[in-house]
């Protein structure tokens, strides 16, 4: 996924591209910047983390909408439950046709 990440699926349904995974980050890394094309659910299983300028600790939780952007860093190393409704990788958006 990234330097330093580990990721493992745990659920996806083909249909709708929904999907849950852990990602676990190391000790003294990050995730870069990055967007939430779509809804994300993230649950810090265990360790602190750093998105942007707001700290979470285990036990706590976020939810990601459409275009919001974060940073992820850790010094203690941390492990996320995420659930994405949409999978990015295997749908593209497609235009409405105009009635």
């Known amino acids: 996924m990234y330097p ?8 996806e349904e083909d ?3 929904r999907v849950a995974f852990l990602v676990k980050v190391a000790p003294g890394c990050s995730i870069p910047f990055h ?23 285990a036990g ?5 909408i459409a275009d919001e952007a974060h940073d992820v860093y ?3 190393g941390c492990t996320f439950f995420i659930f994405i409704d949409y999978n990015i990788n295997k749908h593209r958006f497609a235009p409405i046709a105009e009635a």
């Not at 939430?36 to 600790?57: C, F, K, Q, S």
């Open 4 to 11: 330093d990440t580990e990721m493992t699926y745990l659920w």
């Open 15 to 17: 249909e709708t591209g």
């Open 35 to 57: 967007n939430h094309p779509r809804r994300e659910v993230a649950y810090l299983v265990e360790g602190e983390v750093r998105l942007n300028d707001d700290i979470m600790r």
């Open 60 to 64: 706590d939780f976020l939810t990601a």
């Open 74 to 76: 850790t010094e203690t």
